[in-house]
């Protein structure tokens, strides 16, 4: 089976040892995947997380999938009052496809702005 690395060409990819997706047969597995400037500092959660939903569509369209394919998502963020925010997002992109879905309060992400992190993971048939 081939292996596709899918890259964002963000410098910590190379830096760090990870790709932004990865595709092995039917599968495409998207790296935890935040917002980016400048949809980061001074926006709310659920603009960081319609950033990094567009980076995971985009990431996953290098790999010859789309949202339609989508079959896990993970969802991280900081602060539990951000959910709503953050899953109306989720639901505008996921809406007929209905992944499984799980949202996860954690501590903090790499840079104290950011809000939400979201990582999909889609099967291709």
Not at 34 to 54: S, Y
Not at 66 to 85: E, F, H, P
């Amino acid at each position: 089976m081939t292996r596709q690395h899918i890259s964002s060409g963000g410098p910590y990819e190379d830096r760090y040892g990870y790709s932004r997706a990865v595709r092995v047969g039917g599968e495409v597995h998207v790296s935890g995947t935040c917002a980016q400037p400048p949809n980061v500092e001074g926006c709310d959660a659920g603009v960081q997380a319609r950033d990094a939903l567009r980076i995971i569509v985009e990431a996953l369209t290098a790999a010859g999938a789309s949202a339609a394919d989508v079959v896990r998502t993970r969802i991280y963020v900081v602060d539990l009052a951000d959910a709503d925010a953050v899953l109306e997002a989720h639901g505008e992109v996921f809406a007929t496809v209905r992944p499984a879905a799980t949202l996860l309060q954690v501590a903090g992400l790499i840079d104290p702005a950011l809000k939400v992190e979201i990582e999909a993971t889609a099967i291709v048939t």
